[in-house]
């Protein structure tokens, strides 16, 4: 919307219970920062702020983009910044996710133009929206700004079996592929990052990690 970097950076600052200009912070800060949104250009203050809320113990998620282009996009481009890519029921990269360099994990974005299980609804993700001003309801989307909450909402899980999981614990658990299915060529790739999010596995590795 009519947002700017500004205004998400001083959200982010709230949600990590770090100083902002709000003057309060929350009672308890989160554990996992989603961000389904991008666009703006690299920011320096923005990279610091990333780097000083991972270091504070929260994680940050955000979505690849979805102009199916290698170019690097921002938050999700941001050094300690989980990049989620989007695939849709077939498990193949969605037409529109960002691919490229930065792409470290892919979770569901869906694909509202096909109905594919025969079930007459589209292939979107089932999702809270403002259908109009002030009325919330349930609709299908698509997009990497629904991959993104897939991750955030795992790592969610995770956390709960384990809370003292750091964003580098995580971090470890990626690259060795205990959170993922591998996709595409066997290893990392530019399409699908680590591989596609897998709840239960990564729900084990949190327990593997020592937790209850």
């Known amino acids: 919307g009519a947002g700017t970097t500004y205004d998400v950076d001083q959200a982010v600052r709230f949600a990590a219970g770090l100083a902002n200009d709000s003057g309060t912070v929350p009672s ?4 996992v920062i989603n961000l389904s949104l991008g666009g703006a250009p690299f ?3 923005s990279q610091n702020l990333y780097q000083q809320v991972r270091d504070a113990g929260v994680t940050i998620v955000a979505s690849a983009g979805n102009e199916a282009s290698s170019r690097p996009s921002y938050p999700a481009a941001y050094d300690g910044v989980i990049s989620v890519a989007a695939v849709d029921a077939q498990r193949r990269r969605a037409s529109y996710s960002n691919t490229g360099g930065t792409i470290d994990i892919a979770a569901p974005g869906g694909n509202n133009g096909v109905d594919l299980n025969g079930d007459g609804y589209p292939d979107g993700v089932l999702s809270t929206d403002g259908i109009t001003a002030g009325d919330f309801g349930y609709t299908f989307l698509n997009g990497t700004s629904m991959a993104a909450p897939h991750v955030s909402g795992v790592i969610a899980l995770m956390k709960s079996v384990n809370p003292d999981l750091s964003p580098q614990d995580i971090d470890a658990l990626l690259i060795q592929g205990s959170i993922t299915d591998d996709l595409g060529i066997p290893g990392r790739d530019d399409t699908f990052g680590h591989g596609l999010i897998n709840a239960q596995r990564a729900v084990f590795a949190a327990l593997q ?4």
Do not use: P
């Open 43 to 45: 920011s320096q203050s």
């Open 209 to 212: 990690a020592g937790g209850n």
């Open 28 to 31: 308890r800060r989160a554990s």
